[in-house]
């Protein structure tokens, strides 16, 4: 093996490390100005309800990051931009906490309940959130979303 050869593969042992540092499954805690997630995958069943103020405690994975991956960008966008409709209180399987302090639920039905307001997402955009918020918090070494970017609006 040749020394750029090691040069090249100590620098993305070291990469790997950071990006499992930053997104690592488990408990990595939010500092103020950080976005963060706390989320019971949806494919979990669960025999009790999970309100807004329970979900934080329910919550079986969660990470949180100083910049914004692209990917939660345009998960964002697809939020934001989902019709009105019904929340569920009682099935809250996410939080997302923005930089702002702002604050994001989504129900096990794609309903979302973003600051007071209630809006639902269409079955594929639910899909895509559920999707990202997989991949985010717990992404796979060696995979990555890039390149899969999702498709705002697009069913």
Known sequence: MEGSEVVRGIALLVVGALVLVSFGCGSAKAQPGMQSIRYLPFQIPSERPITRAAIVDVSSKEASFSTEPPDFVDMLRVIKNAAPGPFDERAVR???????????YIDESGGVWINGSTRRLKAGEFKTVQTVLDFLTCPQPGKSMVGERIRVGRE
């Open 94 to 104: 996410a939080q997302i906490r923005l930089a702002s302090g702002d604050l994001v």
